[in-house]
C-alpha cells in the first residue's frame, strides 16, 4: 500500500484555451504526495466528492518545482517541470490561507527529497517558495500529512478517558470550535502539564501508546520532557495536518471516535466533546 508522504487540500485549474489566463474549478479537491508501491515518489490529484484519484503523476527527484502564480489575486500554484513543457495548475483550499506557503515548502523539499523531513510551523522566508510568472483569472474564491497510527491492546477505564477528554474539550472549546482553530495551538505544554498535575492518574494510561524505550515506571518529569519536545509538536502538527485534509475517517476510529471525526479540526473536536459529554454522563447514572 502507496505511503502518503503529504496531504493537503487543493482543487484543479485549467489554462484558458489560447490565452495566458488560469481558470480554478470549483471541485474540492487533495493533493496526496505518496511513496508508491513502485518505490517512486507520486503527485496525486484526489475528487475528494467521489474520493477517486483523477492524476497521478510520477515525479523523480529535482525533476520539478510547485510555485506559486506570482501574479494571481488567488491562491493558484503550478507545477511544472525542467525536463518538459508540462504545467499543472492548482488552487489552494484549505479554509485558511496562513499555511499555503508551508504546504509548498514542504511539497518543493520532497520533489527534491522523497526522504525530506517535513517542517511546519517555522519561520519561511520567500527563497523558499519561488514564484511562478502567468496571468491567472480574477482571485479564487476559498473553499471550506503524513500521519500514522498504531495499534494497541491497551484499554484505559472509562473514568480515565472521561477525564481526559473532558480536560481537553475543555482547552479546546470544541462546541464552537472554528474551522481555523490548530492542535498546535491546543495541545501545547501550558496546557496539558495542568491537566497531568490535576489528573496523574492520566499518566499510565498514556505511556503504552508512547516511545517503548521510556523510563518505566512512567513519571510526570518524563512526560513533561516529551510534550517539550520538537518530535511531539512534530507530530502534532503532522496529525492536525492530515486532519485538515478531510480525509481521515477510518483512522479516527482507532481514538473510539465515528468517522465524521476525521473531517477536519472542527469535527474532530466537536466529537471529542461529545464523547466526553456522553462518558460524564454514564458514570453520573452509575
Known amino acids: 500500500m502507496a505511503e502518503i508522504l503529504l496531504a493537503f487540500k487543493a482543487g484543479r485549474a ?19 504526495l505518496t511513496n508508491g508501491d513502485d518505490g517512486l515518489l507520486h503527485f496525486i490529484w484526489k475528487n475528494r466528492t467521489t474520493n477517486q484519484p483523477e492524476e497521478d503523476l510520477i515525479l523523480f ?36 490561507p496562513d499555511r499555503d506557503v508551508e504546504f509548498a515548502t514542504n511539497v518543493n523539499g520532497l520533489l527534491q527529497d522523497p526522504d525530506y523531513d517535513l517542517q511546519w510551523n517555522v519561520p519561511i522566508t520567500s527563497t523558499t517558495a519561488p514564484q511562478a510568472s502567468t496571468s491567472t483569472a480574477a482571485a479564487v474564491p476559498q473553499a471550506s500529512s503524513s ?6 491492546n491497551f484499554q484505559a477505564t ?23 482553530a490548530s492542535l498546535t495551538d491546543i495541545l501545547t505544554p501550558s496546557n496539558l502539564i495542568p491537566l497531568f498535575n490535576n489528573h496523574p492518574e492520566l499518566i499510565p494510561t498514556l505511556f503504552p501508546h508512547l516511545p517503548p524505550d521510556l523510563p518505566v515506571p512512567p513519571s510526570a518529569e518524563v512526560l513533561q520532557r516529551i510534550i517539550h519536545s520538537p518530535q511531539f509538536r512534530a507530530a502534532v502538527a503532522n496529525f492536525d495536518q492530515a486532519l485538515r485534509t478531510g480525509l481521515l475517517g477510518g483512522l479516527v476510529r482507532g481514538l473510539g471516535l465515528p468517522a465524521e471525526a ?6 474532530f473536536l466537536r466529537a471529542v466533546q461529545e464523547q466526553a459529554n456522553r462518558a460524564e454522563g454514564a458514570m453520573e447514572t452509575d
Open 14 to 32: 485549467f489554462r484558458r484555451e489560447g490565452t495566458n489566463v488560469v481558470e480554478p474549478s470549483p471541485t474540492k479537491g487533495a493533493i496526496h
Open 61 to 96: 527527484p529535482s525533476d520539478a518545482t510547485f510555485t506559486k502564480v506570482s501574479q494571481s489575486t488567488g491562491r493558484v500554484y503550478v507545477l511544472k517541470f525542467s525536463s518538459s513543457n508540462q504545467r499543472h495548475f492548482f488552487w489552494m483550499q484549505d479554509a485558511s
Open 147 to 152: 500521519t500514522a497510527g498504531s495499534g494497541s
Open 158 to 180: 472509562p473514568e480515565q478517558i472521561a477525564a481526559l477528554e473532558s480536560a481537553l474539550a475543555s482547552m479546546a472549546g470544541a462546541q464552537a470550535a472554528p474551522a481555523e
Open 262 to 267: 476525521g473531517l477536519g479540526i472542527g469535527p
